[in-house]
């Protein structure tokens, strides 16, 4: 549904998704913060690919339980996030580069819905290479 909703981001049809969602997987939660979650992660995944680049890009969102917990990760082979911005990325109206498209929020709202839900969220990435996000919402089954 998140990824329909984007879909008008992709006009050159180069994005590659891929999905490793945990068979058998069940949880409760709030399916409106779910998707506000996904859905601002895919978006800029979206928005922070290689504009010039004729490689694939490529989304994988892959979902597991693990300790008791929920394992959301959204990972994108764009153009990363500079490590000495990784502690303002989840500021209100915070944009880390020229390329950001919108208010600055993205990143806020889903740091917001993910402390509502008791969860935690963290990155990784590397210029020009990737960025991984991580988010760890415990299972209320």
């Known amino acids: 549904k998140c990824i329909q909703s984007l879909k008008h981001l992709d006009k050159e049809r180069r994005i590659k998704y891929s999905f490793k ?17 996904i859905e601002n992660l895919v978006e800029n995944a979206i928005i922070f690919r290689k504009k010039d680049s004729l490689e694939t890009h490529q989304i994988t969102i892959e979902v597991f339980e693990k300790e008791n917990s929920i394992h959301l990760i959204v990972k994108d082979n764009g153009v990363g996030i500079n490590a000495e911005l990784h502690d303002q990325i989840y500021d209100m109206f915070f ?6 498209q919108g208010t600055g929020l993205g990143l806020y709202l889903v740091k917001m819905a993910v402390d509502k839900l008791n969860g935690s969220i963290s990155i990784e990435s590397e210029p020009d290479e990737f960025t991984e996000f991580t988010i760890q919402l415990p299972v209320n089954k």
Do not use: E, N
Not at 21 to 37: M, P, T, W, Y
């Open 21 to 37: 969602i945990k068979d058998q997987l069940s949880f409760q939660s709030d399916d409106d913060v779910i998707s506000l979650i």
């Open 95 to 100: 944009r880390g580069s020229d390329q950001s």
